[in-house]
C-alpha cells in the first residue's frame, strides 16, 4: 500500500511515495526549496508541486517542522510566524483536496529508523536527533514515542541550542567540521546527561558525513549515524498517516 510521504524542512520539502509495509520508495523522490518566504498559503503551492509530481490522488503524511498537536502547529522556529496555530492538516486537506495527516518531523524521521532502519536493537530509550536547518530530538522508551520533545532550544552556553550548533550555524558561520563537532559535541554532554539514554541516533543532513566528525565526540552513550539517512522523515511521514487516516 502506498502513502505519499512529505518532510517539509527549512530549506526543501521532499517527499515519494512509499510502501508502508517495508519503508520503501515507490517512486523516486522528488524535492522542490522550501519558499523562502514560508507561509502557510505559500508552502501550500509548494506542496501541491509535489503532488502534482506524482499526479497523487491517495492519502498524505507530513512531517513538520514544528511542535504539532492535534494537527495544528504550535511553534514556529525555522518557518514563517504565522504558522503558529495553523491547522495543517486543514490547510492542507483543502488545498491538495486529499486526506492529510501531520507529525513533528524529528518524531516521523526517528519512527520510521527505529522500524525500518539497522540502528536500533531494542535500546530502552534512544534518542534520535536530526541536524539541519534546526536541531529536532524525539525520544523513545521501548520503541514508544514520546511526541514533541524539544530539547534542540535548551540553553546551551547562554543561547537556544540551535543556535549554537545546527548545521545552519556551521555554515552561516563558516565552522569547519571539526569546529561545529566541537560545538555539538557540547550539546551532546548536555542532553547526556538531561535523558540518560542508552542509543543516540543522528538524522539528518550531518549524519552522511558522520565519520568525517565522530572522533570529537566524547560522551559515553553509543551513537550512531541514522541508516536511512534523509529518508526517514518522508518514510516516517507516510507512517503516521498510515496508522492515523481511516
Ligand atoms: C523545531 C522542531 C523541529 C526541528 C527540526 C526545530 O527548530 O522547533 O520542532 O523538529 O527544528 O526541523
Known amino acids: 500500500m502506498g502513502i505519499l510521504g512529505i518532510d517539509i524542512g527549512g530549506s526543501g520539502i521532499k517527499g515519494?511515495?512509499?510502501?508502508?509495509?517495508?519503508?520503501?520508495?515507490?517512486?523516486?523522490?522528488?524535492?522542490?526549496?522550501?519558499?523562502?518566504?514560508?507561509?502557510?498559503?505559500?508552502?501550500?503551492?509548494?506542496?501541491?508541486?509535489?503532488?502534482?509530481?506524482?499526479?497523487?490522488?491517495?492519502?498524505?503524511?507530513?512531517?513538520?517542522?514544528?511542535?504539532?498537536?492535534?494537527?495544528?502547529?504550535?511553534?514556529?522556529?525555522?518557518?514563517?510566524?504565522?504558522?503558529?496555530?495553523?491547522?495543517i492538516v486543514d490547510l492542507f486537506s483543502k488545498s491538495t483536496g486529499l486526506s492529510v495527516a501531520a507529525l513533528n518531523d524529528a518524531d516521523a524521521a526517528g519512527l520510521a529508523e527505529l522500524r525500518f532502519g539497522n540502528t536500533y536493537n531494542n535500546e530502552?530509550?534512544?534518542?534520535?536527533?536530526?541536524?539541519?536547518?534546526?536541531?529536532?530530538?524525539?525520544?523513545?522508551?521501548?520503541?514508544?514515542?514520546?511526541?514533541?520533545?524539544?530539547?534542540?532550544?535548551?540553553?546551551?552556553?547562554?543561547?537556544?541550542?540551535?543556535?549554537?550548533?545546527?548545521?545552519?550555524?556551521?555554515?552561516?558561520?563558516?565552522l569547519t567540521r571539526t569546529e561545529w563537532a566541537a560545538r555539538f559535541n557540547d550539546y551532546l554532554v548536555h542532553v547526556e546527561k538531561l535523558v540518560s539514554p542508552d542509543l543516540i541516533i543522528l538524522g539528518g543532513g550531518s549524519s552522511k558525513k558522520f565519520h568525517k566528525f565522530k572522533n570529537e565526540f566524547t560522551i559515553k552513550t553509543k551513537i550512531v549515524p541514522a541508516s536511512l539517512l534523509n529518508n526517514a522523515g518522508i518514510i516516517g511521514g507516510a507512517m503516521h498517516a498510515h496508522e492515523s487516516l481511516v
Not at 36 to 48: D, G, I, R, Y
Not at 126 to 150: C, D, Q, S, W, Y
Not at 157 to 169: F, P
Request: proline content about 4%; overall charge positive; charged content about 25%.
Open 16 to 87: 515519494a511515495p512509499v510502501n508502508i509495509e517495508n519503508g520503501t520508495f515507490l517512486q523516486e523522490r522528488y524535492r522542490v526549496d522550501t519558499p523562502s518566504v514560508s507561509t502557510p498559503e505559500n508552502m501550500a503551492v509548494a506542496l501541491q508541486e509535489l503532488v502534482d509530481n506524482f499526479a497523487w490522488k491517495g492519502k498524505i503524511g507530513i512531517g513538520f517542522p514544528a511542535i504539532v498537536r492535534d494537527g495544528v502547529a504550535k511553534t514556529a522556529a525555522n518557518i514563517d510566524k504565522s504558522w503558529q496555530g495553523k491547522n
Open 124 to 174: 530502552n530509550v534512544v534518542l534520535f536527533l536530526t541536524v539541519g536547518t534546526g536541531i529536532g530530538t524525539a525520544i523513545f522508551h521501548k520503541g514508544r514515542l514520546l511526541p514533541n520533545m524539544e530539547l534542540g532550544h535548551i540553553e546551551l552556553k547562554g543561547k537556544d541550542a540551535e543556535q549554537y550548533c545546527s548545521d545552519a550555524v556551521r555554515r552561516r558561520q563558516n
